[in-house]
């Protein structure tokens, strides 16, 4: 198997360029994916000069990691939105994302896109009876908003089921080849696009912004962070609204497409999906947890091949992860940063469905540019306001977030931890992994961006954060966000 996601296999593409000098910029796109991509898309044709950038390589980050659904039937989102909010809210969510669907087929279509696009069936099912009444809630609410579905006891596969829930008009799509498309779309349109560029922080000043990297400067009027997790946020404000969940993927070879989507709703997730290039493949997404609980990612692995193996497809060809950002009311955080400052945009908080959010987002946020009307300005506004059930789920999620922390700080070496110990030496803690010739790679064990203590991925062989997701390499260079600080030490200062 090769531990990479089946949206990077064959990939090879032009690199765009790496930022040189201090440049100014109208408007500064800060991430590379789905909504920096797709932001930048509706901005071609803007007279306003546009410049994207991103830490790695366009559409490689978070957006390659996704199953690649385009579906609007999203799990028991709509009972979370209903029960925060009322149907009308959760019916308005339901609007955008159909809408997202039509728009990404719209573009694929103008712009003849070669991305392996293919309309079908999505499902939402169980196999169990006290999920039952979940799914029946769920259809009320899709009765509410016209929705055509059907039920059934099964799905098109043999598959544990017992009730279902169908719909027509989704679709899937290969992530990576869309995206990159667009990238060479609106470079083509005069957008900049600088990769390898990471931005370290941002500096307000009176009517512009200055975006620092660790050796230039980019002046921009107007900034939209485009990335997974805004890490130029003052500490203490996102976490506070968030939580970020991991996941788990595989991919297998088949014998047939079967043509339709599915995610089960009991307490262990079961999301398939098909996909066909010159072979066909069957994708299974599953061991959705948050982020510092079930922190052992073989184990989660080997769950997860179980699954694949015993139910789909034994032909296990690729396995990689994702992390998704969940907010306290199950809706997008996409608008304007602050009340009063309309050159600060913020696209995140996808809730596990980043392809229609991400979309939906570059078109709200373009607007919000273009000083155009959109109808879901005030749903995804960052600034909008509590009520009590918010208020219920804004301190669980704060307990969940302080809940990592200290047990980051309490279960130091887990029991699975192989040729890896934590060491403290002269007051201060250490990671050490040793490799299979017995050398030792020692670094900090300490996250730069909120001090959690960092957990040793025995999979990927990298220091992860349990709480925020930063990732390090076993020689501490930062890999992933949102710490923009390696935890590299000089061993002869102990």
Same mark, same amino acid.
């Given at each position: 198997m090769i531990n990479k996601s089946i949206w990077l296999k064959g990939i090879k593409t032009k690199a765009s360029q790496e930022l040189k000098e201090d440049i100014k910029t109208d408007i500064l796109i800060i991430g590379g994916g789905i909504t920096g991509i797709t932001t930048s898309y509706f901005l071609k044709d803007s007279k306003s000069k546009v410049t994207l950038v991103d830490a790695g390589k366009i559409a490689h980050g978070q957006s390659s990691n996704t199953t690649g659904k385009l579906t609007y039937l999203q799990g028991l989102i709509y009972n979370k939105i209903e029960s925060t909010y009322?149907?009308?809210?959760?019916?308005?969510?339901?609007?955008?994302?159909?809408?997202?669907?039509? $728009?990404?087929?719209?573009?694929?279509?103008?712009?003849?896109?070669?991305?392996?696009? @293919?309309?079908?069936?999505?499902?939402?099912?169980?196999?169990?009876?006290?999920? $039952?009444?979940?799914?029946?809630?769920? @259809?009320?609410?899709?009765?509410?908003?016209? $929705?055509?579905?059907?039920?059934?006891?099964?799905?098109?596969i043999?598959?544990?089921?017992?009730?279902?829930?169908?719909?027509?008009?989704?679709?899937?799509?290969?992530?990576?080849?869309?995206?990159? @498309?667009?990238?060479?779309?609106?470079?083509?349109?005069?957008?900049?696009?600088?990769?390898?560029?990471?931005?370290?922080?941002l500096e307000k000043k009176e009517n512009?912004?200055?975006?620092?990297?660790?050796?230039?400067?980019?002046?921009?009027?107007?900034?939209?962070?485009?990335?997974?997790?805004?890490?130029?946020?003052?500490?203490?404000?996102?976490?506070?609204?968030?939580k970020i969940e991991k996941g788990?993927?595989?991919?297998?070879?088949?014998?047939?497409?079967?043509?339709?989507?599915?995610?089960? @709703?009991?307490?262990?997730?079961?999301?398939?999906?098909?996909?066909?290039?010159y072979k066909d493949y069957i994708i299974h997404a599953g061991e959705e947890r948050s982020l510092g609980t079930n922190i052992d990612n073989e184990k989660n692995y080997e769950n997860l091949f179980?699954?694949?193996?015993?139910?789909?497809?034994?032909?296990?060809?690729?396995?990689?992860?994702?992390?998704?950002?969940?907010?306290n009311d199950s809706l997008p955080i996409i608008g304007y940063l602050e009340k009063d400052n309309s050159n600060l945009l913020i696209g995140t908080g996808y809730n596990l469905w980043g392809m229609t959010n991400g979309t939906i987002a570059g078109k709200v946020l373009s607007d919000l540019i273009l000083q155009k009307?959109?109808?879901y300005t005030n749903l995804f506004d960052p600034n909008r306001v509590f009520n009590v059930n918010k208020l219920t789920s804004y301190l669980s999620y704060n307990l969940i977030n302080g809940y990592h922390y200290v047990l980051s700080k309490v279960n130091k070496n887990p029991k699975f931890y192989k040729n890896v110990e934590i060491r403290?030496?002269?007051?201060?803690?250490?990671?050490?992994?040793t490799?299979?010739?017995?050398?030792?790679?020692?670094?900090?064990?300490?996250?730069?961006?909120?001090?959690?203590?960092?957990?040793?991925?025995?999979?990927?062989?990298?220091?992860?954060?349990?709480?925020?997701?930063?990732?390090?390499? $076993?020689?501490g260079k930062v890999i992933k966000g949102p710490s923009t600080y390696s935890i590299s030490v000089d061993k002869n200062s102990f």
């Open positions: 009322d149907k009308d809210t959760a019916i308005k969510y339901l609007t955008s994302q159909k809408e997202a669907i039509d $728009i990404v087929k719209d573009i694929i279509i103008e712009n003849n896109i070669k991305c392996d696009f @293919e309309s079908n069936n999505s499902f939402i099912f169980t196999n169990k009876d006290s999920e $039952i009444n979940k799914l029946i809630k769920t @259809e009320e609410i899709l009765k509410y908003g016209n $929705i055509k579905y059907k039920t059934s006891n099964k799905l098109p043999k598959f544990p089921c017992i009730y279902s829930i169908k719909v027509d008009d989704t679709a899937v799509f290969h992530p990576v080849k869309y995206l990159l @498309e667009l990238k060479r779309i609106v470079e083509k349109h005069g957008i900049k696009v600088y990769e390898k560029t990471k931005i370290t922080h512009y912004y200055i975006a620092h990297t660790n050796r230039f400067k980019i002046e921009a009027k107007k900034v939209v962070l485009a990335c997974h997790y805004p890490f130029f946020l003052k500490p203490y404000f996102f976490p506070f609204k968030t788990y993927l595989c991919a297998a070879l088949i014998d047939k497409n079967k043509r339709f989507n599915a995610i089960s @709703e009991d307490d262990t997730t079961y999301s398939i999906r098909y996909h066909s290039d179980w699954v694949m193996k015993t139910q789909l497809s034994d032909k296990l060809k690729y396995y990689w992860f994702n992390y998704d950002i969940l907010t009307e959109n109808k403290d030496i002269d007051g201060k803690t250490y990671g050490v992994y490799d299979e010739s017995g050398k030792e790679y020692i670094v900090s064990n300490i996250c730069p961006h909120m001090k959690c203590s960092l957990i040793f991925n025995t999979v990927d062989k990298t220091w992860d954060c349990p709480c925020h997701g930063s990732r390090f390499d $076993i020689k």
